[in-house]
């Protein structure tokens, strides 16, 4: 494996950012420092006398551990790389980094690079060292944009916003005294249901990203019980003005507060078409800092401007480790995502799209977020322009079998639409009154034994508000 740590020391040669570290203790502002020389160490482990089971508790464990060693951000490189033997003809391979460093754009670009040198090196053949990419470059951009004109538009979007959008509806009573606060659970969808949900995007006009996340915020309204939603959105921060920016290596990345308004009455496909205008439009001002913006904002100091995020991945990695391969087979490519949010929502384009949420076991069980990724993979439906957003067309996106439901508010819903399956309803006003015939039906016995959770009073009022 010398050739695969010379490919590293290849690759960290030609970016700065990759031997940059950071200084911010007892000076005025802090220092993006750039070494000349970074060594790169390729550190590895022989697991070949070790059955599977115990190789999958060895990994987690070592997983658990790299995660609270955390880093020195005084000491360049800003990351660690592990090779663990498995077996004659299998390995597994671990790249740990601090997000300060590298955002989700630029991982597919390292790793393409690093196979494409290590393919050379390979093969005997000589690498020049080329110029890299410079982040200084995107840095100097940023400092000519009008932060005026950015200060207009996040203050007239965002106003009348008091507080986030909450998300106590689903915080469970039984909280984890684990030390380790977050976790992650990850559903991957067929290549099949990936090709549905492709074709339904393009003949709409409208992109996965925008898709997936338009079903988040139709969940979040639900789960918030309110019409209007915030939540972040975590964007490219790579301007098309700034030449190279697509394959710049750094922190480009930006998170931005997302306002979002849900009219039961709108239509689904016009809401989807105007969802996805509004994220172009928002586009245009993604340079600015969320600290200007949460200053900018009416949300009292000390608030977060929101508690959940979302995350859509532009670069699938497991294709641009397909297309880079010699002899080399990529498995169980897996991103271990921490945020400092209590909700992260992720999506990994590829031929097998997979959603996964992160998130904060102090306050969300496993069976709460295992049913709110049953939410989101539901089985995709033709849309049509008169389609309505209740109940049917809410997406939720797959439905895979033997899925958890949603404790909570399932079999509310579940009830609801019991009460009006295979009816025909010419208007809107037809489908609120047969819905407020059923929810007149509805006993404290029945509401009992509906859900226990506390807050299906509330979810009756919105339902009846419909």
């Known amino acids: 494996m010398a050739w695969a740590e010379r490919a590293w020391q290849y690759v960290v040669a030609r970016h700065t950012i990759l031997r940059t570290s950071f200084y911010w203790e007892d000076i005025d502002k802090p220092l993006q420092v750039v070494y000349r020389n970074v060594k790169v160490s390729v550190m590895q482990q022989d697991w070949r006398g070790i059955d599977s089971v115990e190789q ?3 990994l987690n464990s070592f997983l658990k551990r790299d995660r609270e060693q955390g880093f020195d951000l005084s000491q360049a490189p800003l990351m660690r790389l592990t090779l663990i033997r498995l077996d004659d003809h299998s390995y597994q391979f671990i ?6 460093i590298l955002d989700g754009w630029s991982y597919p670009l390292v790793l393409k690079e690093v196979m ?17 990419s410079t982040f200084r470059d995107y840095i100097t951009w940023l400092r000519q944009q009008d932060s005026s004109t950015a200060e207009e538009f996040w203050r007239q979007m965002l106003r009348g916003v008091k507080a986030p959008t909450p998300l106590i509806n689903l915080d469970s009573d ?12 990850l559903i991957t969808l067929s290549k099949a249901t990936t090709a549905k949900l492709q074709s339904l995007a393009r003949q709409h006009h409208l992109t996965i990203n925008a898709l997936v996340q338009g079903a988040w915020v139709l969940l979040l309204s639900r789960y918030s019980c309110q019409n209007e939603v915030v939540y972040g959105c975590t964007v490219s921060g790579r301007p098309v003005d700034l030449e190279g920016s697509e394959s710049m290596l750094g922190m480009l990345v930006n998170t931005l507060p997302i306002r979002v308004k ?15 205008e509004q994220l172009v439009e928002i586009r245009q001002y993604e340079y600015s800092s969320l600290v200007d913006i949460q200053r900018w904002s009416e949300i009292p100091r000390g608030l977060p401007l929101f508690q959940s995020i979302f995350v859509f991945e532009n670069q699938p990695i497991d294709t641009v480790l397909s297309e880079s391969r010699e002899g080399i087979d990529f498995t169980n490519l897996i991103n271990l995502y921490k945020t400092n949010y209590p909700l992260t929502v992720v999506g990994y384009p590829g031929l097998e799209l997979r959603i996964g949420i992160n998130y904060d076991f102090h306050r969300f069980d496993t069976a709460t977020i295992a049913g709110i990724l049953s939410h989101l993979l539901t089985k995709p439906q033709p849309l049509k322009a008169h389609d309505l957003k209740w109940p ?16 909570p508010i399932e079999r509310f819903w579940q009830f609801l639409k019991s009460q009006i399956k295979g009816k025909l309803f010419n208007t809107l006003d037809e489908l609120r009154n047969c819905l407020k015939d059923a929810l007149n039906e509805i006993t404290p016995e029945r509401v009992a034994s509906l859900t226990s959770y506390n807050f299906i009073l509330e979810a009756l009022l919105y339902a009846a508000s419909l």
């Open 174 to 185: 039984n909280l984890s005294n684990a030390e380790e606060r977050y976790d992650e659970q």
């Open 392 to 407: 049917e067309n809410i997406i939720p996106i797959c439905q895979p079998a033997h899925c958890p439901q949603l404790n």
């Open 95 to 100: 790249w740990s980094l601090h997000m300060i």
């Open 116 to 132: 494409e040198v290590y393919k050379a090196f390979c093969q005997g053949q000589d690498v020049p060292l080329r110029p890299g």
């Open 56 to 58: 999958h508790q060895h």
């Open 262 to 276: 849900v009219d039961p009455q709108q239509y689904l496909l016009p809401w989807l078409k105007q969802f996805q």
